[in-house]
């Protein structure tokens, strides 16, 4: 017992709302018994990183210095690679961070943060952080429905959350549903577009998320660098809205959000854009390929949610349940993600990785799910 705990029995509360919050659960690296695996639980990407990333970082400013605490070389080539002013960007210790100060700048205790069910876990814990109630609008069979959502927008709502494509399902809303998600917005809510997977679209298929916060001032919209980029250990994301929101944003944000070798690596990854469409192409060639294999096995009942994102969510209604298939493809050396915690017991999300990982779990789950009865 130590020498406090002998004076008195008091000890510092935290605020309720913290109390409540379950932490974020990452994908894991190991199988219960601590055996490696290979990783298809937290969609890093298949084909690493950018050699040029990796020769920038190798060469970045000493550690011994203070990086620079606005990022304004990342920020001016953002700015040139999206055509956005780099006044109207902000960068963030992962875009994780920024959702959690955007929530915390516009909501508060009594204010509500509305999202769709299934959607990304990270939304309950930054709502809940600021003292803000989550409001979880029901889902369209795994989908994000914008009329459902927009039934559920109440004067107390401050801010929405919109991942796009969605992370656990890789659902997409195309542009039509997101303007329209936005027009019928009250001008006072900030509608936060999560495009964390953004990279992984056609072109011609952009939701038109960056056009709406170039022209409207409520609308926030985010991205990483963990994810097509292939730099998640490097903690980087950024955003853009307007001039306003970011300087709010600017206020909040830790003073040097992004280390020295983050810039560098980062600053180079921008500039090699070859490295960003191999890995888009590489995924939907694989996720194509994936997904048909998963509806080979719809008579055993498996379904594949169609994914616009990086890893396929396979829900399993029939005899093989979404544990089994979870256990048996870490006995052959696969961990991917399953979520009961999530209201998900009955579906695996699975990162896209290599062809020959992919042709693996594909058989795996065809074995186990004609052993099944
Ligand atoms: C992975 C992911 C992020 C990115 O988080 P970082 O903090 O940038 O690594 C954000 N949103 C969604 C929906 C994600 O899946």
């Known amino acids: 017992m130590t020498d406090s705990q ?9 605020k309720p709302w913290i109390e409540a919050i379950h932490a974020y659960v990452p994908g894991k690296s190991k199988s219960a018994d601590g055996k490696p695996l290979i990783k298809l639980s937290a969609n890093e990407n298949p084909l690493g ?5 990796l020769d920038a970082r190798a060469q970045a400013v ?35 961070e920024i959702l959690g100060i955007a929530a915390s700048a516009y909501a508060g205790p009594g ?9 990304f876990s990270l939304y309950e814990i ?44 890789g659902s997409f809303l195309p542009r039509g549903e997101i303007a329209r998600l936005h027009a019928a ?36 919209v985010t991205r990483t660098f963990s994810k097509a980029y292939g730099l998640a250990g490097e903690r980087v994301g950024w955003a853009t809205a307007s001039t306003d929101v970011i300087g709010v944003l600017n206020r909040i944000r830790g003073p040097f959000p992004l280390n020295n070798t983050a810039q560098a690596t980062t600053l180079a990854a921008v500039k090699d854009q070859a490295f ?30 169609p994914s616009e994102a ?3 969510l396979v829900l399993f209604e029939g005899a093989l349940t979404g544990e089994t298939a979870y256990n048996g493809l870490a006995d052959r050396g696969y961990i991917v993600r399953w979520l009961p915690g999530q209201g998900l017991p009955q579906a695996l999300r699975i990162t896209i990785g290599k062809p020959a990982d992919m042709d693996a779990i594909a058989t795996g789950l065809r074995e186990m799910a004609e052993a099944a009865k």
Do not use: W
């Open 49 to 53: 990183t950018s050699q040029a990333a």
């Open 111 to 119: 204010d509500e943060i509305l999202y769709v069910r299934y959607g």
């Open 6 to 14: 002998t004076i008195s029995n008091l000890a510092p509360q935290p």
């Open 62 to 96: 000493a550690p011994s210095l203070y990086p620079d605490p606005d990022s304004v070389a990342l920020r001016g080539a953002l700015g040139e690679l999206h055509g956005i002013d780099p006044v109207r960007i902000l960068c963030g210790t992962g875009s994780g």
């Open 276 to 305: 960003v469409e191999q890995s888009r192409l590489h995924n939907l060639a694989e996720r194509t390929r994936f997904a048909a294999k998963i509806a080979a096995m719809g008579n055993h009942g498996l379904r594949a949610i």
């Open 185 to 220: 917005l009250p001008a006072d809510v900030l509608l936060v577009i999560d495009q964390a997977y953004a990279e992984y679209v056609a072109p011609e298929d952009d939701d038109g998320a960056l056009a709406l916060a170039a022209a409207h001032n409520n609308v926030l």
């Open 310 to 312: 990086n890893f396929v």
């Open 126 to 169: 930054v709502a809940q952080r600021c003292g803000a109630t989550p409001v979880i609008a029901p889902d369209a069979d795994y989908g994000t429905d914008v009329d459902t959502l927009l039934s559920h927008v109440t004067e107390r709502t401050r801010v929405v959350f919109v991942a796009n494509p969605n992370n656990p399902t």
